[in-house]
């Protein structure tokens, strides 16, 4: 496999969204995202720490490699086939500073994951605009919020009070 640099990924938001995300992040943050890929490696060059929920083994596998041949030490990127079914276990409330929701089971993974999101913390939902996730978009209805639209694809920021 090619070794690959941070700087070889960038996520696939639209530019609108890296813009305004980029804007947000600091060196001292705690991600969490489900869907790992190349957010993941973009995310780990620009803040502290991020853990990274993936259900599919062989793209966990694919993005371990890349890891491990860069040597990036503050990725924690997990195989977990059960999330969001199952929740998340093991960290703490108020723990993370930004979420990326870009993997599978949307509206369950916010559900699960608004107690360990800080208080004025960040919380991202890709494809905001699909139908199946207007759930989670009326959960949080009361949330400071950003919509980024491209040509009809949407990602929303809020920011939880």
Same mark, same amino acid.
């Given at each position: 496999?090619?070794?690959?640099?941070?700087?070889?990924?960038?996520?696939?938001?639209?530019?609108?969204?890296?813009?305004?995300?980029?804007?947000?992040?600091?060196?001292?943050? @705690?991600?969490?995202?489900?869907?790992?890929?190349?957010?993941? @490696?973009?995310?780990?060059?620009?803040? &502290? $720490?991020? @853990?990274?929920?993936?259900?599919?083994?062989?793209?966990?596998?694919?993005? &371990? *490699?890349?890891?491990?041949?860069?040597?990036? $030490?503050?990725?924690?990127? +997990?195989?977990?086939?059960?999330?969001?079914?199952?929740? @998340?276990?093991?960290?703490? *409330?108020? *723990?993370?500073?930004?979420?990326?929701?870009?993997?599978?089971?949307?509206?369950?993974?916010?559900?699960?994951?608004?107690?360990?999101?800080?208080?004025?913390?960040?919380?991202?939902?890709?494809?905001? +605009?699909?139908?199946?996730? +207007?759930?989670?978009?009326?959960?949080?209805?009361?949330? *400071?919020?950003?919509?980024?639209?491209?040509?009809?694809? +949407?990602?929303?920021?809020?920011? $939880?009070?």
């Amino acid at each position: 496999m090619t070794k690959h640099t941070i700087h070889d990924n960038a996520p696939w938001f639209k530019p609108e969204t890296l813009k305004y995300v980029s804007s947000l992040l600091k060196s001292d943050w @705690i991600i969490f995202e489900t869907g790992c890929g190349s957010s993941t @490696i973009w995310f780990s060059s620009r803040v &502290k $720490k991020v @853990i990274s929920f993936e259900h599919s083994r062989e793209w966990y596998i694919k993005l &371990k *490699e890349i890891i491990e041949n860069n040597r990036i $030490k503050n990725i924690d990127l +997990q195989l977990n086939p059960d999330y969001p079914e199952k929740g @998340i276990s093991g960290f703490k *409330e108020n *723990e993370f500073d930004f979420v990326s929701i870009d993997g599978r089971g949307r509206v369950k993974s916010v559900e699960m994951v608004i107690p360990y999101l800080k208080s004025e913390g960040y919380l991202l939902l890709d494809d905001s +605009q699909r139908e199946r996730y +207007q759930p989670a978009v009326i959960l949080l209805n009361e949330w *400071e919020n950003a919509i980024i639209d491209k040509n009809g694809k +949407q990602a929303t920021i809020w920011r $939880k009070p």
